[in-house]
């Protein structure tokens, strides 16, 4: 699933926005959860969301404006994508409208 949020900060401001929400992502997980991170290229953040016994693989590209988050929801919560879909797109949106 692609979801695209279009932002007006410029690639390096919302990828600086984006590295300072991360810390706090796992305190928004409902149910709760944990969330692996890492930068294999500098405007592409590889992510691993684990809840409910399943894995989240999702990936952010940051675009001067906007981001586009490629998730990959397992067989087992398909039925979630929905609220997966809103969580990703809200938790990303709070992070860019908040200055660090």
Known sequence: MDIDIPHSLGRDEAKRRV??????????IPGGGTVTAHW???Y????RIDVMGQSIPTQLLIEEAN?????????MLK?????????????AQKMLTKPV
């Open 67 to 75: 981001i586009r988050a490629t998730v990959s929801v397992p067989m």
């Open 19 to 28: 590295e300072a929400g991360l810390p706090k992502l796992e305190q928004h």
């Open 44 to 47: 592409r953040l590889d992510m």
């Open 40 to 42: 294999p290229e500098p």
């Open 79 to 91: 039925m979630m994508s929905g609220p997966i879909s809103d969580f990703i797109r809200g938790s």
